[in-house]
């Protein structure tokens, strides 16, 4: 392990420009057993971080590098936080004894033709995405532990796979009839210029889009699939929100012959009982964003429906933390064999 004369482990965080990667930093900065040894980006590279993002200045973090300047004999571990599609072939150009928390989708997807099904290209590491472990931190720690390279789940997947995978397990869901209707801040889409993002396209409105089309759809039915032993397919609709940060997801399930809303929530009170990050709420509390904003947390609500045989699930993360670097933070500690809650004890912000 690339360790300075403190032994603290030294990561590169790749794509520091960007938000994620921001608030990968932001996480970083007060972990007791890392040092920041680098920063990359595209466009701003040459930059000092401050000047590109003012509130990181003053941190002693180093210059904005091109990725070919690092040097790799200085770094263990890397927190990818690029543009997927870009991140598959900087990992296959890293030496083997870099670490990978990669933040994207690029080694999602187990199945390489859904792989190139849905993000329109042929993957170019397959190799690597066969090594890669899908990094939903709370049901993979031995593999995570055992691998080189983790993929850390998307932030819709996270908001969904959350409530759903133990409900699954228990067998106490159909699996022929879940909905999840999705609701996401703007920074969800990156800091890079769209359209799309603009201020005037975003305030006093909301709308849906990737409807039956999004890529997440694919990635929330893989892990689904694999907690309840079949094939599933789902409606997700996402929808983009006029506020910066947080996910809400409400799903709607309908319970399995025999079950009641009681054993969903028994399902998740036991698989969550330790859980230093999923928080069950007590009966009749509704999940908000602004309760888990800045924080690692995923909140979850369990309601019964008026609909007779009918349940819904509700959760809130953090897009930016659960639902990217917090995850990618916790993923390190695993990967380092760390306390899994190191640099992510931070309460949330609110108002
Ligand atoms: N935002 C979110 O909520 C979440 C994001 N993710 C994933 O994390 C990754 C980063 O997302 P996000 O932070 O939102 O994106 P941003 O657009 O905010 O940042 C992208 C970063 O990658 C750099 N970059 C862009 N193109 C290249 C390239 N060709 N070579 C090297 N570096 C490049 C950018 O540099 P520069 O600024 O100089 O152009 C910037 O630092 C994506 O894969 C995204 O899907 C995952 C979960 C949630
Ligand atoms: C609001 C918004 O635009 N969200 C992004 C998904 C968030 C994300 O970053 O997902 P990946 O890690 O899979 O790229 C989208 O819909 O594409």
């Not at 390489?112 to 329109?120: F, N, R």
């Not at 979850?300 to 933390?321: Q, S, T």
Request: aromatic share 6%; with cysteine; net charge negative.
């Amino acid at each position: 392990m690339a360790q300075n004369s403190n032994g603290k482990i030294q990561v590169a965080v790749l794509g520091a420009s960007g938000y994620s990667g921001a608030e990968a930093l932001r996480l970083l900065l007060s972990h007791p057993h890392v040092r920041i040894q680098a920063l990359t980006a595209d466009r701003k590279a040459g930059a000092p971080i401050g000047e590109v993002f003012p509130q990181l200045d003053g941190y002693g973090l180093p210059m904005l590098q091109r990725i070919e300047e690092l040097d790799w004999d200085q770094i263990d571990t890397v927190f990818c936080a690029l543009p997927h599609g870009t991140t598959q072939d900087v990992v296959a150009a890293l030496p083997d004894k870099v670490k990978v928390v990669d933040l994207s989708a690029d080694f999602r997807l187990r199945d390489i033709d859904a792989y190139a099904t849905w993000y329109g290209h042929p993957h170019r590491a397959p190799d690597l995405q066969e090594q890669a472990v899908y990094g939903l931190t709370e049901f993979a720690r031995t593999a995570i532990a055992n691998t080189r390279l983790v993929a850390c789940p998307g932030c819709y997947p996270t908001s969904a796979l959350l409530p759903l995978l133990p409900v699954l397990e228990k067998k106490v869901i159909r699996t022929d009839d879940v909905i999840i209707d999705s609701k996401s801040g703007v920074s969800g889409a990156g800091r890079a210029l769209k359209e799309g993002s603009l201020y005037a396209e975003v305030a006093e409105g909301i709308h849906a889009y990737g409807i039956a089309s999004h890529r997440h759809g694919p990635e929330i039915e893989q892990e689904l699939s694999g907690a309840a032993g079949l094939a599933m397919t789902v409606t997700f609709t996402p929808h983009l929100m006029p506020m910066n940060r947080g996910i809400l997801s409400t799903i709607y399930v309908k319970l399995a012959d025999g079950a009641d809303v009681e054993d969903l929530r028994a399902a998740l009170a036991e698989r969550y009982a330790d859980e230093p990050f999923v928080r069950l709420l007590p009966q009749g509390q509704a999940p908000q964003t602004r309760h888990v904003r800045g924080s690692n947390n995923a909140s979850i609500g369990i309601f019964a429906d008026r609909a007779p045989g009918r349940a819904m699930l509700i959760c809130a993360i953090d897009n930016l933390v659960k639902g990217a670097a917090g995850q990618a933070v916790q993923n390190f500690n695993v990967l380092h064999g760390l306390p899994e809650t190191t640099g992510l004890s931070l309460a949330p912000m609110f108002p």
